[in-house]
């Protein structure tokens, strides 16, 4: 953990109260941590988010109806108008700690879904860990970003960010930290957990904005298993593998700003295929 700055609360993990006992299994490995944060701190990173506007001017990209915009690590600790409790915040979890607090709860599901991982990447445990935008995959062999994301406002129709898919397959990780806003009344904008419906399914492709592919699947081939509420200070997190089928529900109209922080660890090849 990282010391307080002056006033700055100081930083706790993510997973600091986190044990294998609080693994669910189904439809896959995956955490629901409420209350992820002490309140001191939760409030200090909710009251200094960046908003959608912000994170649009700073990237340059307009603002639409329910779009993403991502204000990653790199961009965060550049960026002088952003707070100290950040700048601690996503550096510790874009960290070397933070990497083995994920293995000590998930190594073993993490394996128990993709067996040749270790022959792929060698020993978990021993890989180089570096921060995204900053290091390379020259001298590191993970790179972890803690990325500070806005949806923005739903215009026109109701909508959902993304139906079912699987996050990309050199992902090792991923995670999703929620931040409403208390005076968020919008209905929808949960995450939705999934399980194949047959063995036989197709997935589809289309580019994202960083220039790679995304993984989505069409609602026939899949089924809900279970719906995690878009609550604030709630942390879920999982190993990434083919059965991670997860999704957004549809989100009402709204002039609230959907908003929560995304954990990332990416690796140079992909651990695993997708039948197309």
């Known amino acids: 953990m990282t010391t307080a700055h002056d006033d700055t609360p100081a930083i706790t ?42 994170i649009g001017e700073k990237v340059g990209k307009p603002i639409t109806s329910n779009e993403r915009y991502n204000y990653m690590s790199e961009l965060i600790l550049g960026d002088a108008t952003m707070s100290r409790v950040w700048k ?15 293995l000590d709860l998930f190594r073993e599901d993490l394996l128990a879904n993709l067996p040749k991982t270790e022959e792929r ?23 972890l970003d803690c990325t500070a994301v806005i949806n923005s406002a739903v215009t026109g129709k109701p909508s959902s960010y993304r139906g079912p898919h699987v996050d ?10 929620y ?60 190993p990434i593998n083919r059965f991670a089928l997860h999704g957004v529900s549809v989100r009402g109209l709204t002039h609230h700003q959907r908003r929560f922080v995304a954990l990332v660890g990416d690796l140079e090849h992909h651990l695993f295929d997708l039948a197309l």
Do not use: W
Request: net charge negative; hydrophobic share 35%.
């Open 88 to 102: 601690d915040f996503v550096t510790y979890h874009a960290s070397p700690a933070f990497y083995a607090q994920f």
């Open 179 to 238: 931040m409403r806003l208390p005076e968020d009344d919008t209905p929808g904008g949960d995450l939705v957990l999934y399980r194949y419906r047959t063995e036989a399914h197709t997935f589809y492709t289309s580019a994202s904005e960083y220039g790679d592919q995304r993984f989505d699947i069409d609602p026939e081939y899949v089924e809900e298993v279970t719906t995690i509420p878009y609550e604030s200070n709630t942390l879920v997190m999982y």
């Open 121 to 143: 990447t060698g020993p978990l445990c021993d890989l180089r860990v570096g921060r995204r935008h900053r290091d390379d995959f020259q001298s590191h062999d993970i790179l």
């Open 13 to 54: 993990s993510l997973l600091a109260n986190v044990t294998k006992e609080d693994i669910r299994r189904d439809p896959f490995p995956h955490i629901v941590v409420r209350d992820a944060l002490p309140r001191e701190l939760y409030d200090a990173l909710a009251k200094s988010m960046p908003t959608a506007e912000y």
């Open 168 to 177: 990309k397959p050199y992902k090792l990780y991923g995670g999703l930290f």
